[in-house]
Nanobody
Framework: QVQVVESGGDLVQPGGSLTLVCVVSGLSLNTYAVGWFRQAPGKEREGISCISKTTDGTHYRNSVKGRFTISRDNGNNTTFLQMNSLKPDDTAVYYC????????????????????WGQGSQVTVSS
């Protein structure tokens, strides 16, 4: 049984930092790409960052480039999203997802490509 679990969401002040953690269990190491998505109230879910199976490929949504960094520890089936210089517009529920079908060097920011999803972690940026 595959499980995807996010953690690390919190209330943080504008300009602050937060690291989200995603742990995938039930899948073999290096067999899936990982994507981070978010959904703010009243808005559609959007892909913000992803990392390929081999960690060679990463992508970022323009609005988070230079502020967010994705990384993964394949030895522990764990992926991290380091978020710096947070803004109120970053407030959302953040989701982690696993994509089994991506090429080893590639990842995608389209949610339709992902096979397994976590339950979400709330990030609130407010003073």
């Amino acid at each position: 049984q595959v499980q995807v679990v996010e953690s690390g969401g919190d209330l943080v002040q504008p300009g602050g930092s937060l690291t989200l953690v995603c742990v995938v269990s039930g899948l073999s190491l290096n067999t899936y790409a990982v994507g981070w998505f978010r959904q703010a109230p009243g808005k559609e879910r959007e892909g913000i960052s992803c990392i390929s199976k081999t960690t060679d490929g990463t992508h970022y949504r323009n609005s988070v480039k230079g502020r967010f960094t994705i990384s993964r520890d394949n030895g522990n089936n764990t992926t991290f999203l380091q978020m710096n210089s947070l803004k109120p517009d970053d407030t959302a529920v953040y989701y982690c997802a696993a994509d089994l079908r991506a090429e080893s060097w590639y990842c995608d920011l389209r949610d339709m490509e992902y096979d397994f999803w976590g339950q979400g972690s709330q990030v609130t940026v407010s003073s």
